[in-house]
């Protein structure tokens, strides 16, 4: 069975743990906030500089309306507006990358980071699996190419879960060949709302032929 990745983080002191281990987390749930006070003073000193810019670029408007300034120079007010907005919007964008938000729903692990902790850019925060539906790979042998078709029933069993019969059906064949062990990568989708199914699982397939 497949695992989701860990959510990692880009650097700073993490400053709000927004989940619980364990828990269940929803798709855009915040689940952890790294300090962001230099940025957003940054943030004030680039506004008041893209105000500013504003203000010159629609003054100079009215000259060159006038006649008082020549084009070149409103090209450069408006350009100067540009990226002073430019420079709000980057560090507008660093801010929002320092709210770490689930991207899909599922269960989250055991958490790795704590409050305080400067983090760097990667370093792990918690694990999120998403458990339904469940993914199952597994090899097809070359020779039994010709029987495997897309949608064919599959049932799963597990030794963690003895006596339960899952069923799924074929999503995703690899296009290619394992030059190696001569076997076709295949890929089964379970659905697994009680959640007793885990990444990670070693389980066993049947294919049901018609």
């Known amino acids: 069975l497949d695992a989701r990745p860990e959510l990692g983080a880009v650097t700073g002191t993490v400053r709000e743990i927004a989940f619980d281990s364990g828990a269940t987390a929803t798709k855009g749930q915040v689940l952890v906030r790294l300090d962001t006070s230099s940025e957003e003073a ?8 893209r105000e500013l810019a504003r203000l010159n670029r629609d003054r100079s408007r009215g000259l ?3 006649g008082v300034v020549s084009k070149a120079d409103l090209d450069t007010r ?19 990358k320092k709210t770490i938000l689930a991207p899909f729903a599922g269960r989250l692990g055991i958490r790795t980071v704590n409050l305080g902790q400067y983090v760097n850019e990667g370093t792990p925060i918690v694990s999120l699996q998403s458990l339904d539906p469940v993914f199952v790979d597994f090899s097809v042998p070359e020779q039994q190419l010709e029987q495997l078709k897309r949608a064919m029933e599959v049932r799963v069993v597990t030794d963690a879960t003895p006596g339960r019969v899952f069923t799924g059906r074929v999503t995703a064949l690899n296009p290619e060949v394992d030059p190696a062990t001569r076997s076709l990568k295949v890929q089964v ?5 009680g959640g007793e199914l885990r990444p990670g699982m070693f ?3 049947n294919l049901v032929l018609p």
Do not use: F, H, M
């Open 42 to 49: 940054q943030l004030r000193s680039a506004e008041a500089q």
């Open 64 to 66: 060159y309306a006038e």
């Open 78 to 96: 408006e350009a100067e507006y540009l990226k002073t907005g430019g420079d709000v919007e980057v560090i507008e964008a660093t801010i929002a």
């Open 189 to 193: 989708t379970v659905a697994n709302g």
């Open 203 to 205: 389980a066993r397939v």
